[in-house]
């Protein structure tokens, strides 16, 4: 493909829930909790925070770290589950906000966790045929769980923002793509309720697993990479063990996962979850280094891309890197939670 990122930029909330502050208010054994889905902590959007407004952070460092001016962009993709208005673009609230002006293609898009990697393939495809030279694709969510429900200890918020362009001036060739989808009910909210539903134990092996592990080897075959080549690889992270089991089927080591593995540190942030994992392995990324990148979203379905990196990788940045923002952090109580996601 004749298509790149030139720039990345992040964004996650000043707070965080520890699970330990979750699960006593419901009679359970925060050390269940965290054995059971690898995670100790997530990030947690404030009262003044949406996904609008955290995308428009992210894309704030996007730009900055690429050196474009907002005006050059000619078409924003933003991907939600949590859009704040039903009927009311994201895309074009967020492409005010930046001065992008008038002249450009706004599009918002959904599907449950995959709707930036859809934006980044879609984007980088414009882009290689010549429509358009400049654009961004971002994932920004406030994820929403039911108290008391297994999500409510890794539904979090966050955004990640990319700009793309074609191959010469970017950080980062995109080398290949895929998807895998199927109608893989595991995961849903239907129009004007609250929260979401799932299936349990059925998001596991024929829901995520599934078509993970499909996309990956679709982009094996279409690559003609093997795991050994990668030295990052990233995946979607609904909880701390998905991705490490998903990696180790498909060939790859702890250390290639290490850096992108941000579950830990902020729990799920649903549709940024893999592009904020992708731009924590971009902060460590050298000069022609791979990296494998499968996306998932329930419903179903896994959208895979692989990235060389350019001799323009060791450029010095110009937007805060993702050990910095997750360092910047205060942690709240369960009251607090509960008022800054409007439940009380």
Not at 43 to 57: F, N, P
Request: charge should be neutral.
């Amino acid at each position: 493909m004749d298509a790149g990122i030139l720039g990345y930029g992040l964004y996650l909330p000043y707070y965080r829930i520890k699970t330990a502050e979750i699960a006593p208010v419901w009679g359970k054994l925060a050390s269940d909790i965290e054995r059971s889905l690898g995670i100790s902590q997530k990030s947690v959007a404030a009262m003044d925070e949406d996904a609008v407004t955290m995308a428009y952070q992210a894309s704030l460092d996007a730009l900055l770290d690429a050196g474009i001016n907002p005006g050059k962009i000619e078409a924003l993709m933003v991907g939600s589950e949590s859009h704040p208005y039903a009927v009311n673009p994201t895309s074009t609230i967020l492409g005010e906000f930046l001065g992008i002006g008038h002249s450009y293609l706004a599009t918002d898009l959904e599907f449950a966790c995959k709707a930036g990697t859809t934006a980044l393939i879609s984007l980088a495809a414009m882009i290689s045929s010549g429509t358009f030279s400049t654009a961004m694709a971002v994932g920004s969510d406030c994820a929403q769980a039911k108290p008391h429900d297994i999500l409510e200890y890794t539904a979090a918020s966050g955004a990640a923002a990319f700009i793309l362009g074609t191959k010469h001036k970017a950080i980062a060739d995109i080398v290949a793509i895929t998807s895998y989808s199927s109608d893989t009910p595991d995961f849903w909210r239907r129009d004007g309720v609250r929260f979401p539903s799932h299936g349990g134990r059925f998001t596991g092996e024929p829901a995520y697993f599934s078509h993970v592990e499909n996309c990956g080897r679709q982009l094996f075959e279409k690559s003609k990479l093997t795991a050994r080549d990668f030295r990052f690889a990233v995946f979607h992270m609904p909880n701390g063990k998905f991705p490490k089991e998903a990696a180790k089927r498909l060939g790859f080591t702890e250390e290639q996962t290490a850096a992108s593995l941000i579950v830990k540190d902020i729990g799920n942030p649903y549709t940024a979850s893999s592009l904020i994992g992708l731009a924590a392995a971009l902060d460590q990324a050298q000069q022609n280094d791979l990296i494998f990148l499968v996306s998932y979203g329930s419903g179903a379905g896994s959208d895979g891309l692989v990235l060389r990196m350019t001799k323009n990788a060791g450029k010095k940045r110009n937007g805060a890197n993702y050990q910095e923002r997750q360092y910047r952090k205060k942690y709240i109580s369960y009251l607090d939670y509960l008022k800054f996601r409007g439940k009380i």
